[in-house]
DNA sequence: CGGAATCCCCAGTGATACTG
DNA sequence: CAGTATCACTGGGGATTCCG
């Protein structure tokens, strides 16, 4: 799987800007799992790796900063020994949720009929 | 823009499926843009072009042929001189509005905190 | 006008291995 | 456990050109 989107092509298109806007945010491979593994609350990276088996872990540590970075997860290190690693969702993030679930009831139609 | 998703590793992971399948129509460069500007209706080809100005012709009719191949738009020679094209939303396609309208709605909040 | 065919290119993935 | 480092590769996308 794999994502990409144009970052900028600067004079905004006058039409779907804040489409793209917002696809820039949830493309990129897995990005969209990352946030509906999270939607349930915290995860660890262990977590997330489990709950999306095909990803690798340079790809979930480059898709977490990614969202760490655009304000959609936090990530908080847990002082344990080992060391772990919590992620979650800000509330940014969770505005991101009712558009996932538009797109996974979608996904169940368009099944449905295929 | 660019958009790649994975289209099968074949043991649908237990849990993300549908959302992956469904990203997989709405992925490809401009793919949601096309979708957007048919959202009110059927609109020619030169049309959507101009409505997505970045789009190269290319890129345009290879994202019309995935789209028709998947059942989300129809196309429509009309019998004209010169001859023209028209392109609109399946039953399908429609489906896909919500989704899209809720990343638009997302973007919007995106765009308002940053 | 609408679009198919060609060529090229590199960003984004994946695989693998290594580290604190 | 939670990453980082390297490398190689693939195909999606852009530019350009040609066709009916």
Redesign the pocket.
């Known amino acids: 799987?794999?994502?990409?989107?144009?970052?900028n092509?600067s004079p905004n298109p006058p039409g779907p800007c804040m489409l793209t806007e917002c696809m820039a945010v949830i493309?990129?491979?897995?990005?969209p799992n990352v946030i509906w593994s999270l939607r349930a609350g915290a995860r660890?990276?262990?977590?997330?790796?489990a709950d999306i088996p095909?990803?690798?872990?340079?790809?979930?540590?480059?898709?977490?900063?990614?969202l760490e970075a655009r304000g959609v997860i936090s990530?908080h290190?847990?002082p344990t020994s080992?060391?772990?690693?919590?992620?979650q969702l800000t509330a940014l993030g969770r505005e991101l949720i009712p558009a996932l679930q538009a797109i996974v009831d979608v996904g169940h139609k368009l099944k449905s009929r295929a």
Request: hydrophobic share 40%; proline share 7%.
């Open positions: 799987m794999a994502l990409k989107m144009r970052k092509h493309a990129g491979a897995w990005a660890r990276f262990s977590e997330l790796k095909p990803v690798t872990s340079k790809v979930l540590s480059t898709r977490l900063s990614e990530r290190v847990m080992p060391p772990s690693v919590e992620y």
